[in-house]
């Protein structure tokens, strides 16, 4: 955090939290009229956003805003949190799919929704529910993201630019998530394949997206608009690499009490993350089979965990992966100090940035 | 069909045929250029969205549009094929909702990628990995039809009115979605609550909604509007209801060469359907002890699914369907012949309320 704007981001974010809460306020208003049963849906999904969450979208998005000099309205930071809606589709479908059983040290949703059939001694299979209950609130995560960046308040010349962005996103989002899904299926790791993923996943749907989304909200001339949209992605498509990279290393070395993850979940979970693909292709026979026998069993006990992080470090990939991201970082910040960008969007950029990086969960 | 307009539903369905090709063409370019691992994808929805589908929704979209007296554009009829997409969606996460084996004659979109895991050697579960490629392909589609929706061409003022209705109706699916799975863990069936399901998932969202969007598409002044959209929902709710209610009959009664899906599906998957409700509304002991026993039971043999079809219509709760259709399509009709609705218009609503309901698939 600078000196001279103390809380700066606080404050940005307080304000996605209070919008959030007026929409979810509205609709579950909407919903409870269909009926009833659909109270447990809002007080999940009200539970999933309000209780947690970086809100590091709606932040790009306001500095991609900044950026072109001009200064978000309500209407706008309404339009920037809609991301929070889309993420959270990202999120609940992902814990799905990883069959995750924790996400910001709750239950996921999918486990929220077994839990509540079980209570209510409810017919049928309660986790068949939670997975139905999971992949009809993403959607509706999703379709809700929707609507309140139409409904956000901001001119129609405004939306409109938006919406080809928005589109990009959201398409890119899900070949970067089918791409790791696909991953996952594959006999041996490759760094390029894990950076690519890390590109689509991170780099443009984390970082650089949503800063042009704020900056077509904007709304500047399209000339002026497309050399900073070059100088965006310049800052946002390094640092959401770097970022994914700090994602690898706290799934595999982050304190749960911070990330509100299981110790090592990554490591029982075999996900197939860069650190781990640079890991196995500096490994020596020994680490690669204390890392090899671990990755993905459901069951590791929390010494194998401490074995398998031994062994990663002792390979060199961490410190690679930190001198890695140190690059990358130095890059984005180099982008984020261009003279194009407004200096208030300057401070803001670098301020994420690093916070993005140096985080702890 | 009408003897002065032959072939105008069929005509209508080629256009939204070819307009879905096109667009599928574009993506595919664009997806294979982020990696030939998606290929897959574009491969299994180019196969869901051309090789069968009713297209039921453009053709009221197209219908509701007329109602206005405009005719469509290419442009408008791009709009309203990007429905299509939408249904993708909700089938593709339907069937993994359901574990629904088949669609249209052919394998599950969670079955099918099951496959192609098996068949590819690859590392992890197959089932696993077939889920998360339906969650995957429904989020992309839904993204799609949103994507479809906003660059179709139509004009900026018309898309903005359409936005509304198409965020409303699609809240409104997700909703009744939910409601659908969550009645499946409801211990006794309830006509009302499977009536209020019907409403929402079919006359609402395949019916009323489609025939709205159009007609915000051809975005006649607001006060006219109205006056026509209340009409086109005098005709849409209860048509939508009857359309719901003979998919029921046909679930449990249809011909599997006809409706690509297994004799008497329903009954194994246990559906919650208006039928089964009023069915068990009305049935003797001994009727209710075949039905209730056979019920979910996904190893039902042919000769069960016989004796509790007989079962079901020894109840007369068949003949009171087919009544209670009887009436709604009359309600229907009679909204389809008001004045206000253009002549066009008006011999459209009329055929595709009659093919809606007298079909075998």
Redesign the interface.
């Known amino acids: 955090m600078t000196n001279d704007a103390p809380g700066a981001l606080s404050l940005i974010r307080k304000e996605v939290h209070s919008e959030l809460t007026s929409y979810l306020t509205l609709?579950r208003e909407?919903?409870s009229e269909?009926?009833s049963?659909?109270i447990p849906?809002c007080d999940a999904l009200e539970s999933f956003l309000l209780d947690g969450g970086k809100r590091l979208r709606p932040l790009f998005a306001y500095a991609g805003f900044c950026a072109s000099g001009l200064t978000p309205t309500q209407e706008d930071i309404r339009a920037f949190t809609s991301l929070e809606l889309l993420q959270a589709?990202a999120l609940i479908?992902d814990d799905?799919?990883d069959?995750s059983d924790t996400r910001r040290g709750k239950p996921a949703i999918h486990r929220h929704f077994e839990n509540l059939?079980q209570q209510?001694a409810?017919?049928?299979l309660s986790g068949?529910?939670g997975?139905?209950?999971a992949?009809?609130?993403?959607?509706?995560a999703?379709?809700?993201s929707?609507?309140m960046l139409?409904?956000s308040g901001v001119t129609?010349d405004a939306?409109?630019s938006a919406?080809?962005v928005h589109?990009e996103m959201?398409?890119?989002l899900?070949?970067g998530?089918?791409?790791d899904?696909?991953e996952?299926?594959?006999?041996t790791p490759s760094v390029d394949r894990s950076l690519?993923i890390a590109r689509?996943k991170s780099g443009k749907y984390t970082i650089e997206r949503p800063l042009h989304l704020g900056l077509a909200l904007a709304h500047r001339d399209s000339s002026e608009r497309k050399n900073l949209m070059y100088i965006l992605s310049s800052y946002g498509l390094p640092l959401g690499e770097a970022f994914q990279l700090r994602d690898d290393a706290l799934g595999i070395f982050g304190d749960p009490a911070v990330t509100g993850k299981p110790a090592g979940d990554d490591l029982r979970e075999?996900k197939r993350t860069v650190l781990m693909a640079m890991t196995l292709e500096k490994a020596n026979h020994n680490q690669r089979s204390i890392i090899e026998s671990s990755l993905?069993d459901p069951d590791l006990t929390s010494k194998q965990v401490e074995d398998v992080r031994a062994a990663i470090i002792e390979t060199g990939a961490v410190k690679d992966v930190e001198d890695l991201i140190d690059g990358l970082l130095s890059s984005a910040l180099e982008a984020a100090n261009s003279d194009e960008i407004a200096p208030s969007a300057r401070e803001l950029l670098i301020e994420l940035a690093t916070s993005a990086i140096r985080r702890s969960h």
């Open positions: 609709q909407y919903l269909i009926g049963e659909l849906v589709c479908h799905l799919m069959g059939h209510g409810m017919a049928g068949k529910f997975e139905a209950a992949v009809l609130l993403g959607d509706l999703l379709v809700w929707d609507h139409h409904t129609s939306l409109l919406l080809t589109d959201r398409i890119e899900m070949a998530q089918y791409l899904v696909r996952s299926g594959e006999k690519r689509y075999g993905g």
